[in-house]
């Protein structure tokens, strides 16, 4: 896109100036003149201008794409070490049902060094078809040559629809690839259909407005249509009886094509959380009321050998890790059994548990929005009901031992 002034119309009002939020645009011998490093093409200026001699250009529509040539669903691998991220599973479970509904093939992209062994068993999880691209260089993640490669491959064989993860390496290669594609990214998608009038547009569904919202987001112009989801949003299919077809490419990179170098990889020296992967977790809010009262979740959750996740508040307060935050500036977690303890159940806190097989909410509020999408509801002083659920179990696990032994 381009903006152009004609400086023969132009009589210099300023209504443009007043207009631009950026200051991208000044009066220079008496007619507006752009700035283009502060202007960002919003077009404020355009409508403002009462003669109409600021003209915005999207030379990308003047020269429009033929939609229907692109075909096929993608889903952008990630591996760390060449173990494939659980994500990528949960990813080809969504991306096999869009590509049922629009009756397309649905192929994977690996970048990696050694996952030849694993390429076969994706099948089962969904994948029509498998494209690696194979080079030593890429049993670590850089960034150029993943934009590189799969830029290449999307202009190759142009799918309707790349979905990748919305991890740290998926957030930092998919913008990349989509300005050079001059297409549209929608950023940590909660969820994904297809349109059923159109039949063939991808509708992106994701929290705005600080999470009070949900948008739904499409691309009609533009080709590929390219989200990134967060991990933990959709559950991994079961396996299914398939074969895909296995497309190895050779990458022939050389260190120079590189202008990064990985020094080291440090690993944590905590154990790492993984709430995504837990089965069970037992989550505190504001209503614990102090740090100290986190020790009822804990011991809860060691009796169901569960993880402990909290609310923000709960983080902000500084009762619990922030790697602990479970929601949508904190994790998005999928278990069997998600138990929230005084926790209200705030837009932002809910879309991080929607995908919890089941949901037991404990709060003291009947109205508790949380409540909403709980599958059972305690309504109670979580102090009393938190322990007594704790002894109940303990009191049960004992029966058992007794039985048993
Ligand atoms: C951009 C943005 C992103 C956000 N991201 C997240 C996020 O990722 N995760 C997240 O959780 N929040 C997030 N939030 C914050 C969110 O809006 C809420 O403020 C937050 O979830 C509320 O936390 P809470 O439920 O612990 O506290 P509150 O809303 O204060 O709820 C406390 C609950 O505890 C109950 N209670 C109190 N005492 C007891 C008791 N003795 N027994 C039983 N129940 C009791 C109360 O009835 C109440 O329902 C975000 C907000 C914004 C704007």
Partial sequence: MSIKIDRENCTGCGSCINSCLYGGITLFDGKAKLIPEKCILCGACVEACPVGAIIIKDEKKEKKIDISQYKGVWIIGEHYNNKIKNYVYQLLGKGRELADKLKVELTLILLGSELDENLEE????????????????????????????????IIEYKPEIVLVGATPIGRDFAPRISKRLQTGLTADCTGLDIDQETRNLLLQTRPTFGGNIMATIRTPNSRPQMSTIRPGMFKVPKKMDKKPKIKIIEGKFKESDISTNIVKIIKRGK??????????????????GSKENFKIIKDLAKELNAEVAGSRVAVELGWIDPERQVGQTGKTISPR??????????????????????????NKDPNAPIFEIAHYGIVGDLHKVVPAITREIRRLKEEEKVRKY
């Fill in 337 to 362: 059994l998600y138990i929230a303890c005084g926790i209200s159940g705030a837009i932002q806190h809910k879309v991080g548990i929607l995908c919890s097989d089941i949901i037991v909410a404990i």
């Fill in 122 to 153: 994706l099948g089962m999880y969904g994948a029509d078809r498998v494209i690696y691209v194979k080079s030593p260089l890429l049993r670590n993640y850089y960034s150029e040559i993943y934009v590189n490669v799969i830029t290449d491959l």
């Fill in 271 to 288: 154990k790492r959380i993984n709430l995504e992967e837990a089965q069970i977790v037992v989550a505190g809010g504001r209503g614990i």
